[in-house]
């Protein structure tokens, strides 16, 4: 370890105090609402400890929020309520008058705020009104958006309209918040698993010096005193054991500063979050978040898959190429693969590994011109960067929030008899081959081309065997996070886990990833993909091998774990093509494996093919315009140009093109910062955690307090338990081994196509587990299911003539109902089979008699018929019955009527009668006189 990164770690935050995430207090609310204000209600989730917001519904243009310091138990949120009920009910009207005269009505209950968005009117509030668990990581639950609501806050008499308010409003909503948007109350999703293991720097610091921290809550390097009106957060004797430090179970609760690029409603929050306490604000991601359990002979270990879709230069595929000037590039996706052994849940005790990896798009500036109606549009590079700005800085980026190395996996065509993906090729070495000359070397930009494409097209080449040796090669490189020390056992084998020794808190050892893996292609969606998931599953196989599960660190495919891998980053590459292709994955991980019938792989190919075609033609102008305006690219105002009239988005995202003296231009050569070298290979931003514009919240209390004891947050033993429902419960159903299984139950095992579950059976068991938006799992995971893998799934204890078995049974596996519930499924007495037989042969004599079928007897059914009265019906319809109904006979006064109203309609009205005449000159002349 260089001399940097041991003094790094010597003035860390390990010390002596342990550091928790701060649990969100704030997880249900209430939405009132008077004609003057909207009220929140944020309560936790034992319901003990309340907040109230006040929204002033007055304004016309403005935001006025206010937040109530105080912290309220039940009693005293009651009694506050029905004040302001009291106070803002109307005077007693006339009786004419039907108004409503109820001062506080509930709008709306919901789970957290969106955040508010203003247009051309007042501001909109957006709320979370559903939510499902789709993960659990440690203790810490990840919830999926399900629904939400958008509520305008000024009232009616205020109101002034506007006619382009509803069409802003409509594209607004065009980004579905109920599809793949993910949120934690205690877990940061926008960072990785070993940035939120590490403590920040300076809280020993802290520790030392209590007496300047006033109260327990501060925020750092800014002293913030606790409420006095907080009548519910401590006790007298916790308060002052935290004021005096005297505690040995005194911890650090800290809430960290959120990554923006992966904030994709920090637009919403910008006039909000700093107003508020932060127990109010909710940050949400955008992409893919599934879980599955392995299990390895009863140990059961949770597999996470988290991709986070940034929301700089983010929108569809032909409209979003390349880069921009700051270095952001499109489709960039940051894929963390997480393993945690379901032994321990605690994050500090508990055994946990990560790896994560990279994609976007290749960092110049280039596009291809949608105008042509062509399957591939020619690709151009817009504009020359010779001293490579932008790719310099979008590394730089990299460098900061992963160490090094940087390896970049480069997956476009190399040799074209049309130049086409080779341009991007050619671009992408000669800007990294400018960029290595002025890096150091020990921490140079590695690149590594791999043609994807052509080698695919070989019927003796192996692509996935490839990709496996080059995603060996990148794990010996940057290794992967594990927070705890190396197993000896591990140590003696011929297999060592690359990465860099460091230390956690309470100078715990850990093996640390540095640098990251950076995949592309042109849309970095199919091959991306598939690139992606062999290098998940060779760093699986590695988290296995540290976590003492597997002797070595080569899995097989088409073993159990394998293919939950592969569904998991099947799901994920079908969502995020789904979100930037218009379509799902065009070419799966089945099809550059070849393990997929090739009609059958074509034919879908073709129909996704047409889909994404058709999407990127039609639709992605619209999409991108919905992006632009739900991220605040751009920003509606009175006299401004409309969204919808700009001829084109791309000065939105290139606002530096208006004014080239504010492209503030780096140094040529210094493209990287030097400070980095402090922290280089380990990621700068985690090194450095908690300092200069990073200073997250940070409070100071008991280890028992509720808000850093995930042990109350998960386990809930305040709420009644329903043991079906259990989230581990949940995922231990889907480890079940199928019956085919004989020899091995072990998931490491390779299977027959009858000795596994298939992809489709994956995706079934675990639709209502794994995260997945409508539309995002494959269209075809139903037509693979043969009848025969559905007929071994269901028969799981059938032992054919009496042979010894090894399948799995129920009865082996889960306790009889008689032992479970006191009630047990018996055969029914032969006086209710009696009874039964007889309703049923009623119900033959109703309807077979007279519909002419002719039913199969049996002796039980016509013995049953001898004692059965037949019905007599009583209807207009005579011989109606299920199967055929006779019209009744229509009497002639009706035909006459019938047949008027038809000559009327042909031939028109007829002439009045004598009568009719008569009555209508009466009629006029009494007219007449009356004036």
């Given at each position: ?6 003094n ?147 009232n009616?008499?205020?109101?002034q ?73 401590h ?9 005096k ?14 990554t ?32 599955f ?34 270095g ?60 490579s ?43 990294i ?13 590695h ?28 794990m ?15 140590e003696?084998?011929p ?20 640098g ?13 993909n598939?690139?992606?998931?062999v ?19 080569k ?24 979100q ?23 034919s ?69 910062d ?22 997250p ?15 109350f ?5 305040f ?16 480890s ?73 049974s ?6 009889s ?5 006191g ?9 209710d ?21 002719r039913v ?7 013995s ?20 055929h109904?006779?019209p009744?006979?229509?009497?002639r ?5 019938y047949?008027?109203y ?22 006029v ?7």
């Amino acid at each position: 370890m260089s001399e940097s990164r041991s003094n790094v770690s010597e003035n860390k935050a390990g010390g002596s105090m342990k550091h928790f995430p701060i649990i969100s207090s704030i997880q249900k609310m209430v939405l009132y609402e008077t004609k003057a204000r909207y009220f929140i209600v944020g309560s936790n989730n034992t319901e003990t400890k309340f907040r109230v917001l006040k929204i002033d519904r007055t304004e016309r243009r403005h935001l006025h929020i206010v937040e109530d310091k105080g912290v309220y138990d039940k009693n005293e949120i009651r009694d506050l309520l029905a004040m302001i009920e009291v106070g803002n009910q109307t005077k007693l009207l006339p009786k004419t008058t039907t108004s409503n005269t109820s001062g506080l009505s509930i709008a709306c209950c919901a789970f957290g705020i969106v955040g508010f968005v203003r247009f051309l009117e007042g501001y909109y509030i957006i709320l979370i009104t559903k939510r499902r668990r789709v993960a659990v990581i440690g203790r810490h639950t990840v919830y999926k958006v399900e629904d939400t609501s958008m509520l305008y806050i000024p009232n009616d008499t205020v109101r002034q309209t506007d006619p382009d308010e509803s069409r802003y409003v409509k594209i607004f909503q065009t980004v579905d918040l109920s599809s793949n948007f993910y949120f934690s109350y205690s877990y940061d999703l926008t960072h990785s698993l070993q940035y939120n293991c590490t403590p920040p720097r300076a809280v020993t610091s802290r520790q030392e010096e209590p007496a300047k921290l006033g109260a327990s809550l501060f925020v750092w390097g800014e002293v913030e005193e606790a409420s006095s009106t907080d009548k519910t957060q401590h006790t007298p004797e916790q308060k002052f054991t935290e004021d005096k430090g005297e505690s040995s179970n005194t911890v650090f609760g800290v809430k960290n500063i959120p990554t923006q690029k992966y904030v994709w409603n920090s637009y919403l929050l910008h006039n909000y979050e700093d107003q508020v306490h932060s127990d109010w604000v909710l940050h949400i991601i955008h992409g893919f978040v599934g879980q599955f359990m392995i299990n390895v002979f009863g140990r059961h270990l949770y597999l996470t898959l988290i991709a986070r879709r940034s929301n700089r230069f983010a929108g569809t595929r032909f409209l979003k190429r390349g880069t921009n000037c700051s270095g952001d590039v499109a489709n960039d996706v940051e894929t963390e693969q997480i393993l945690h052994d379901l032994s321990v849940h605690s994050l500090k005790n508990g055994h946990f590994t990560s790896y994560v990896q990279f994609r976007g798009s290749v960092p110049a500036f280039w596009s291809q011109d949608m105008t042509k109606m062509v399957p591939k549009p020619p690709i151009t590079l817009d504009l020359v960067d010779p001293y490579s700005n932008a790719a310099g800085k979008h590394f730089n980026n990299l460098l900061r929030r992963f160490g090094s190395p940087i390896i970049v996996l480069n997956l476009v065509k190399k040799k074209e008899k049309k130049r086409h993906e080779s341009i991007l090729q050619q671009e992408l070495v000669s800007t990294i081959t400018y960029l290595n000359q002025f890096l150091p070397s020990a921490h140079a930009l590695h690149y590594i081309g791999f043609d994807m494409a052509r080698l695919s097209k070989s019927k003796h080449v192996d692509v996935v065997s490839r990709l496996g040796e080059i995603a060996e090669y990148c794990m010996q490189k940057t290794g992967f996070f594990h927070n705890r020390q190396p197993l000896y056992c591990n140590e003696l084998s011929p297999y060592r886990s690359a990465g860099v020794n460091s230390c956690l808190e309470l100078n715990e050892a850990c093996l640390k990833q540095t640098g990251m893996v950076r995949t592309n292609c042109v849309d970095c969606l199919d091959r991306t993909n598939t690139a992606q998931f062999v290098l998940g599953k060779c760093a699986l196989g590695h988290q296995l091998f540290a976590m003492g599960v597997i002797a070595s660190p080569k899995l097989l495919f088409d073993t159990d774990a394998v293919r939950m891998l592969e569904w998991l980053y099947e799901e994920k590459g079908n969502t995020l093509a789904l979100q930037y292709g218009g379509s799902q994955l065009v070419r799966r991980i089945q099809t550059y494996r070849k393990a997929s019938p090739w009609i059958k792989s074509q034919s879908r190919d073709i129909v996704q093919t047409l889909s994404r075609y058709y999407s990127n033609t039609f639709s992605d102008a619209d999409k991108q315009n919905a992006i632009n305006l739900f991220l605040g690219v751009y920003r509606p105002a009175e006299g401004g140009v409309s969204l919808w009239d700009y001829s084109a988005e791309w000065y939105l995202h290139h606002p530096e093109a208006f004014d080239y003296s504010d492209c503030n231009r780096r140094s040529y050569s210094q493209w990287w910062d030097v400070s980095f070298l402090k922290s280089l290979p380990l990621p700068y931003e985690e090194e450095f955690k908690a300092t200069g514009d990073r200073q997250p919240m940070v409070i100071k209390c008991q280890e028992e307090d509720r808000r850093v004891n995930s042990y109350f947050e998960y386990y809930q033993p305040f709420q009644l338990t329903i043991y079906d429902e259990l989230w581990s419960l949940t995922l231990a159903r889907e480890s079940i081994p199928s019956s085919a299984v004989k020899d091995s139950y072990s998931p490491f095992v390779r299977r027959g196509l009858k000795e596994s579950s298939s992809s489709s059976k994956i995706a079934a068991a675990s639709s209502s587990t794994a995260a997945s938006s409508e539309g995002s799992t494959s269209s075809d995971d139903e037509d693979e299911t043969t009848s025969d893998e559905d007929q071994d799934w269901l028969n799981l204890t059938v032992n054919k003539d009496g042979e010894d078995s090894h399948y799995f049974s129920f009865k082996e596996q889960f306790v009889s109902m008689k032992a479970r519930y006191g009630v047990e499924v018996i055969e029914p007495p032969k006086v209710d089979i009696a009874l039964y037989k007889r309703y049923v042969a009623i119900g033959e004599n109703a309807s077979a008699a007279s519909s002419g079928i002719r039913v199969q007897s049996t002796p039980d059914l016509r013995s049953a018929q001898r004692k059965v009265t037949k019905l007599i019906r009583k209807s207009v319809f005579s011989l109606d019955s299920l199967y055929h109904v006779t019209p009744p006979t229509v009497n002639r006064v009706s035909k006459d009527i019938y047949k008027t109203y038809v000559t009327r309609s042909v031939n028109g009205a007829p002439p009045p009668s004598h009568s009719m005449l008569v009555s209508y000159e009466k009629y006029v002349w009494g007219a007449a006189g009356r004036h």
